[in-house]
């Protein structure tokens, strides 16, 4: 039986459960809310940070593109990283340097300043992140509690998101922008301080002499690198435009070279036999809409609020508590309900229904209140949002093994930053550029313009999420957690290497 190497005491097999792995859990879990939060925490602050370091119109947009740049490119190697060298030791690794460089972003006197420590954070999260649920998939060894823990940290995932608005709305109102940075210091020291005495060491089993298959690291870093700054350029140029089209072909000319390396490869370092999993797939693909919809609808929203209803970032920030619980609900629904009903019936509701949440959030207008213009649009989009996350972290870790956890995770954790991305990309912009072209050649009034183009393009996200719905109805495998399932086993080799 395979077992896991500890460097505090001796190993243990793999299947016995570990009796501090709820305790790790929380651990975990507050990293990872941690990290999804410094996702959005800083769009309500951003007109304050371009004051405060004198940034230009253009420069700060990096502020949070540089982040989204760095996660998006790095989380897959991050992951498969976490595989080989160890997943404890890349967590920590991950989350030292995400605290370190949230502190440097906290104390920027200027923008360059600003823009490192940003990047320090994009690095971070490609590490901790993947390697985060590559633990959690090897320490719950039972099939229904492996489910649930899974569809804990998914939850908390969706949840960081939401209430990222709401703390950098207090935070940045009451106190200043430097502590939405601050903050995470502390609560990184308290993590690395306990992970050690929680969790066992673990690693993927490696023939002696095999070589780290570091030319396909570097072809899809690149890539994906390629892509994610195509797709970023996209909201400030057209998508014809030389600085869009020549990052994004250049992104899957060297994917596809990847691609080509790896199946000749002896030891590759993202096997391609790991993608031939449907369930994992179909996750994959979904949840890139799924992440999409979800960061055009806050950013847009978050506009709406300020630009048409003239809300502070305080007001503002707290008109999402409602989603915040309506989603901490969704959560505990997906949780505990696929260990009896399988990961199929509810992420396909859960997709649908945040269409459904789409479309009538489409029906706002110039004149719309909170009460009858946000409100039920956001109760049912939180709710079916706290649905589909924890259900596709458990489709997306469906049948891993110990020798692919963290690449699994980093697959994952790519598609939700890809995923942001274009939503970023394709539907703001496309908003964006319909009130221009409304206002130009149309005569339309300002605000009804912008009006007009959110309503655009919750509309197509809410065809893209119903889609999503039907693709996972009609192609996923029905995955029914049952008491007898085991973590797949990985036979060990004759000799493994660290």
Same mark, same amino acid.
């Given at each position: 039986m395979h077992t896991e190497t500890s460097e505090t005491g001796p190993t243990r097999p793999a299947a016995e459960p570990d009796p501090r792995r709820w305790k790790a859990l929380i651990a975990l879990a507050l990293i990872q809310f941690m990290l999804v939060l410094d996702m959005t925490v800083v769009n309500v602050a951003l007109p304050k940070i371009q004051h405060?370091?004198?940034? +230009?119109?253009?420069?700060?947009?990096?502020?949070?593109?540089?982040?989204?740049l760095m996660a998006g490119a790095l989380l897959l190697l991050g992951g498969r990283f976490a595989d080989v060298y160890g997943r404890r030791l890349v967590f920590l690794i991950g989350t030292a340097l995400f605290a370190l460089a949230s502190a440097v972003c906290g104390a920027a006197v200027d923008a360059p300043m600003m823009l490192v420590g940003r990047f320090g954070q994009g690095v971070g999260e490609a590490l901790a992140a993947p390697a985060s649920l590559g633990l959690i998939a090897l320490m719950f060894t039972d099939p229904k509690e492996r489910a649930k823990a899974l569809g804990i940290w998914g939850g908390v995932a969706g949840i960081a998101g939401t209430f990222g608005?709401? @703390? +950098?709305?207090l935070l940045t109102d009451l106190v200043t922008w430097r502590s939405i940075f601050y903050i995470n210091v502390p609560v990184a020291l308290v993590v690395?301080?306990?992970?050690?005495?929680?969790?066992?060491? +673990?690693?993927m089993t490696r023939a002696a002499g095999a070589r780290?298959?570091?030319?396909?690291?570097?072809?899809?870093?690149?890539?994906? *690198?390629?892509?994610?700054?195509?797709?970023?350029?996209?909201?400030?140029?057209?998508?014809?435009?030389?600085?869009?089209l020549l990052?994004?072909?250049g992104g899957v000319v060297l994917l596809a070279v990847m691609v080509g390396w790896e199946t000749r490869a002896s030891e590759p370092l993202f096997p391609l036999s790991f993608f031939a999993n449907r369930t994992r797939t179909v996750a994959n693909v979904t949840g890139l809409f799924l992440a999409a919809a979800f960061?055009?609808?806050?950013?847009?929203?978050?506009?709406?609020?300020?630009? @048409?209803?003239d809300y502070s970032p305080l007001v503002g920030g707290l008109s999402y508590l409602p989603m915040g619980l309506a989603m901490g609900a969704g959560m505990g629904i997906g949780t505990g309900m696929t260990p009896k009903f399988g990961v199929k019936p509810l992420l396909t509701v859960g997709l649908v229904g945040s269409g459904a949440a789409l479309l009538i959030a489409s029906f706002i207008g110039t004149g719309s209140s909170y009460a009858t213009g946000i409100l039920p649009g956001m109760i049912v989009l939180g709710l079916s949002f706290g649905i589909c996350f924890p259900t596709m972290t458990n489709a997306a870790m469906h049948a891993v093994t110990e020798q692919d956890a963290s690449l699994a995770s980093g697959v994952q954790n790519?598609?939700?930053?890809?995923?942001?991305?274009?939503?970023? $990309?394709?539907?703001? *912009?496309?908003?964006?550029?319909?009130a221009a072209t409304q206002v130009q050649h149309h005569g339309a009034q300002p605000f009804q313009a912008l009006v007009d183009g959110y309503v655009l393009s919750f509309r197509i996200g809410a065809v893209l999420l119903v889609?999503?719905?039907?693709?996972?109805?009609?192609?996923?495998?029905?995955?029914?957690?049952?008491?007898? +399932?085991?973590?797949?086993?990985?036979? $060990?080799?004759?000799? $493994?290497?660290d």
């Amino acid at each position: 039986m395979h077992t896991e190497t500890s460097e505090t005491g001796p190993t243990r097999p793999a299947a016995e459960p570990d009796p501090r792995r709820w305790k790790a859990l929380i651990a975990l879990a507050l990293i990872q809310f941690m990290l999804v939060l410094d996702m959005t925490v800083v769009n309500v602050a951003l007109p304050k940070i371009q004051h405060s370091l004198h940034f +230009s119109g253009p420069g700060l947009a990096w502020v949070v593109n540089s982040y989204v740049l760095m996660a998006g490119a790095l989380l897959l190697l991050g992951g498969r990283f976490a595989d080989v060298y160890g997943r404890r030791l890349v967590f920590l690794i991950g989350t030292a340097l995400f605290a370190l460089a949230s502190a440097v972003c906290g104390a920027a006197v200027d923008a360059p300043m600003m823009l490192v420590g940003r990047f320090g954070q994009g690095v971070g999260e490609a590490l901790a992140a993947p390697a985060s649920l590559g633990l959690i998939a090897l320490m719950f060894t039972d099939p229904k509690e492996r489910a649930k823990a899974l569809g804990i940290w998914g939850g908390v995932a969706g949840i960081a998101g939401t209430f990222g608005t709401i @703390i +950098s709305g207090l935070l940045t109102d009451l106190v200043t922008w430097r502590s939405i940075f601050y903050i995470n210091v502390p609560v990184a020291l308290v993590v690395l301080a306990l992970v050690p005495r929680l969790m066992a060491e +673990s690693r993927m089993t490696r023939a002696a002499g095999a070589r780290l298959d570091y030319p396909g690291g570097i072809l899809a870093a690149g890539g994906l *690198t390629a892509i994610v700054y195509g797709l970023l350029q996209a909201a400030t140029h057209t998508w014809g435009a030389w600085q869009v089209l020549l990052p994004l072909i250049g992104g899957v000319v060297l994917l596809a070279v990847m691609v080509g390396w790896e199946t000749r490869a002896s030891e590759p370092l993202f096997p391609l036999s790991f993608f031939a999993n449907r369930t994992r797939t179909v996750a994959n693909v979904t949840g890139l809409f799924l992440a999409a919809a979800f960061f055009t609808y806050f950013y847009l929203l978050t506009l709406f609020e300020q630009q @048409i209803l003239d809300y502070s970032p305080l007001v503002g920030g707290l008109s999402y508590l409602p989603m915040g619980l309506a989603m901490g609900a969704g959560m505990g629904i997906g949780t505990g309900m696929t260990p009896k009903f399988g990961v199929k019936p509810l992420l396909t509701v859960g997709l649908v229904g945040s269409g459904a949440a789409l479309l009538i959030a489409s029906f706002i207008g110039t004149g719309s209140s909170y009460a009858t213009g946000i409100l039920p649009g956001m109760i049912v989009l939180g709710l079916s949002f706290g649905i589909c996350f924890p259900t596709m972290t458990n489709a997306a870790m469906h049948a891993v093994t110990e020798q692919d956890a963290s690449l699994a995770s980093g697959v994952q954790n790519t598609t939700r930053m890809v995923g942001g991305a274009l939503g970023l $990309a394709a539907l703001v *912009t496309l908003a964006l550029r319909h009130a221009a072209t409304q206002v130009q050649h149309h005569g339309a009034q300002p605000f009804q313009a912008l009006v007009d183009g959110y309503v655009l393009s919750f509309r197509i996200g809410a065809v893209l999420l119903v889609l999503s719905g039907i693709a996972v109805a009609l192609l996923l495998e029905h995955v029914k957690v049952e008491p007898t +399932s085991p973590l797949p086993p990985v036979p $060990a080799p004759a000799e $493994a290497a660290d």
